[in-house]
């Protein structure tokens, strides 16, 4: 965090204070995790008062406070109209302070992959600020600003959202540089009422680029031209896995454990890649990082240097082989239909006897149970040997899926039922465990590695 003090608090929430001009290490909102010099910062929820936490707070070393209402507390406090709104404009003051350049990130399926490899690119270039696990909300992207250093050269921020607006608030705090949305697809539909609403929430994200900002555009997705004609912005540019545009991808080809190789080209440069994640669907998330990073000075060899350098992003796509035999897909960060699909994509690849162990996909309004059929059927067209499914709407996709229906209430049944099949592969095995995070699917995986593994240990002490 850059050097801050009570009177530069005072100056961005213009609100007075009283008493000396302290200097303050950090903004909080989690009275859990206060320290020394630090300042409170009282949120308001639906379930929760953060007011209520201000004696709490004094008492673990906070040295002031910005609330809604004073508070009966002996601790100096900045009194705004909304603290929500104002951790949003301390975010956003930082940034202007520090204006590293700037890629911001939307999308349904793929963006925290994007972001980590837009910050491994850029790495190589200079000090980067990415976004912190899921802090990409109203809340979370304030935060992440919080973050910036007066060292920070390039900030790459992941902006998510649950309803209309969001994005549009988010991305007026970061202002971008350049900006994209990775895709649409059947996500958090609850809150925006259909496809086309999530559509329009994620097109959000163009209109809070700097004046003279890139609008990056993805010509493989449905609402390419509902963002086209709406963009106010001089410079756009456009990318395709399909189409020869500002930038794309040619020879794609997968190896045994389904990481892909390909040429990135642009009108004039090309350069050869070799990716350590698996699944196809990362070459979009590849040439949507290179896109990206290339209108913030990276060369396509500083592209292929730092995506060839890129490591496992937790809970997506983690490969974990368990013995010789049995592999694990930990693909549980999170689902909906088209994450679900490439997963499904990705095991089709595999060698052996697949299995697919899916929990529910969450937030998909009063189309759940067709989406959860529809990606039953992606699995019995894909071939793949088993479904295994979890929780209440994942029954739609086993009642569609022509094999003996596997699907469990409880984790415990579901992990005896599947160990069960394991035991009985006498060759490669692969498992995907998919699912939203609702379905805490991480947990399948934890206990299915450490069963594998002490099962394996046990066998070969008995040798």
């Given at each position: 965090?850059?050097?801050?003090?009570?009177?530069?608090?005072?100056?961005?929430?213009?609100?007075?204070?009283?008493?000396?001009?302290?200097?303050?290490?950090?903004?909080?909102?989690?009275?859990?995790?206060?320290?020394?010099?630090?300042?409170?910062?009282?949120?308001?929820?639906?379930?929760?008062?953060?007011?209520e936490?201000?004696?709490?707070?004094?008492d673990?070393?906070?040295?002031a406070?910005?609330?809604?209402?004073?508070?009966?507390?002996?601790?100096?406090?900045?009194?705004?109209?909304d603290?929500r709104?104002?951790?949003?404009?301390?975010?956003?003051?930082?940034?202007?302070?520090?204006?590293?350049?700037?890629?911001a990130?939307?999308?349904?399926?793929?963006?925290?992959?994007?972001?980590?490899?837009?910050?491994?690119?850029?790495?190589q270039k200079g000090?980067?600020?990415?976004?912190?696990?899921?802090?990409?909300?109203?809340?979370?992207?304030?935060?992440?600003?919080?973050?910036?250093?007066?060292?920070?050269e390039?900030?790459v921020?992941?902006?998510?959202?649950?309803?209309?607006?969001?994005?549009?608030?988010?991305?007026?705090?970061?202002?971008?540089?350049?900006?994209?949305?990775?895709?649409?697809?059947p996500?958090?539909?609850?809150?925006?009422?259909?496809?086309?609403?999530?559509?329009?929430?994620?097109?959000?994200?163009?209109?809070?680029l700097k004046?003279?900002?890139?609008?990056l555009?993805?010509?493989?997705?449905?609402?390419?031209?509902?963002?086209?004609?709406?963009?106010?912005?001089?410079?756009?540019?456009?990318?395709?896995?399909t189409?020869?545009?500002?930038?794309?991808?040619?020879?794609?080809r997968?190896?045994e454990?389904?990481?892909?190789?390909f040429?990135?080209?642009?009108?004039?440069?090309?350069?050869?890649?070799?990716?350590?994640?698996?699944?196809?669907?990362?070459?979009?998330n590849?040439?949507?990082a290179?896109?990206?990073?290339?209108q913030?000075?990276?060369?396509?060899?500083?592209?292929?240097?730092?995506?060839?350098?890129?490591?496992?992003?937790k809970?997506?796509?983690?490969?974990?082989?368990?013995?010789?035999?049995?592999?694990?897909?930990?693909?549980?960060?999170?689902?909906?239909?088209k994450?679900?699909?490439?997963?499904?994509?990705?095991?089709?690849?595999?060698?052996?006897?697949?299995?697919?162990?899916?929990?529910d996909?969450?937030?998909?309004?009063?189309?759940?149970?067709?989406?959860?059929q529809?990606?039953?059927?992606?699995?019995?067209?894909?071939?793949?040997?088993?479904?295994?499914?979890?929780?209440?709407?994942?029954?739609?996709?086993?009642?569609?899926?022509?094999?003996?229906?596997?699907?469990?209430?409880?984790?415990?049944?579901?992990?005896?039922?599947?160990?069960?099949?394991?035991a009985?592969?006498?060759?490669?095995?692969?498992?995907?465990?998919?699912?939203?995070?609702?379905a805490?699917?991480?947990?399948?995986?934890?206990?299915?590695?450490?069963?594998?593994?002490?099962?394996?240990?046990?066998?070969?002490?008995?040798?």
């Open positions: 965090m850059i050097k801050i003090d009570f009177s530069w608090l005072a100056s961005v929430l213009k609100t007075p204070f009283s008493g000396d001009n302290l200097a303050v290490n950090n903004i909080n909102t989690d009275t859990r995790t206060i320290q020394p010099n630090e300042v409170f910062l009282a949120l308001r929820g639906p379930n929760f008062n953060g007011h936490f201000l004696q709490a707070a004094k673990k070393g906070a040295i406070a910005i609330v809604d209402t004073q508070c009966d507390v002996d601790i100096p406090q900045f009194v705004v109209e603290t709104l104002a951790l949003g404009l301390i975010g956003k003051t930082i940034m202007e302070q520090v204006s590293p350049k700037t890629i990130i939307t999308g349904s399926v793929g963006k925290t992959t994007v972001k980590e490899m837009c910050a491994a690119i850029l790495k000090n980067v600020l990415a976004t912190n696990g899921n802090f990409n909300n109203d809340i979370g992207v304030p935060l992440t600003l919080l973050r910036l250093s007066e060292t920070d390039y900030a921020i992941e902006l998510g959202a649950n309803h209309i607006g969001e994005i549009a608030y988010t991305t007026s705090l970061v202002c971008p540089d350049v900006a994209t949305v990775c895709n649409v697809a996500a958090h539909i609850e809150g925006f009422g259909s496809i086309d609403g999530v559509g329009q929430a994620k097109g959000e994200i163009y209109s809070g004046k003279n900002g890139t609008a555009i993805n010509r493989d997705c449905d609402y390419a031209n509902m963002w086209l004609e709406s963009l106010d912005v001089a410079n756009t540019k456009q990318y395709s896995m189409q020869k545009l500002d930038i794309w991808i040619e020879d794609v997968l190896d454990l389904a990481r892909p190789s040429k990135l080209i642009t009108t004039n440069d090309a350069v050869c890649v070799s990716l350590p994640l698996s699944g196809e669907h990362n070459v979009m590849a040439l949507i290179a896109a990206l990073t290339t913030v000075g990276a060369t396509l060899q500083e592209v292929a240097n730092g995506l060839e350098a890129m490591t496992e992003v809970g997506r796509v983690n490969m974990i082989e368990v013995t010789e035999q049995l592999r694990i897909v930990d693909d549980t960060y999170n689902a909906n239909v994450s679900v699909k490439a997963g499904i994509d990705l095991l089709a690849n595999m060698a052996g006897y697949k299995i697919l162990a899916l929990g996909m969450g937030e998909l309004g009063e189309e759940a149970r067709a989406y959860h529809e990606v039953g059927e992606y699995a019995k067209y894909k071939g793949i040997d088993e479904l295994f499914s979890l929780g209440v709407l994942s029954s739609s996709a086993s009642d569609v899926y022509d094999k003996p229906k596997r699907h469990f209430s409880t984790r415990e049944s579901l992990l005896s039922e599947l160990q069960a099949v394991l009985k592969q006498t060759g490669q095995c692969t498992v995907l465990v998919k699912g939203s995070r609702s805490r699917m991480e947990l399948l995986v934890e206990e299915l590695v450490n069963a594998g593994r002490s099962d394996s240990a046990i066998g070969e002490q008995s040798c």
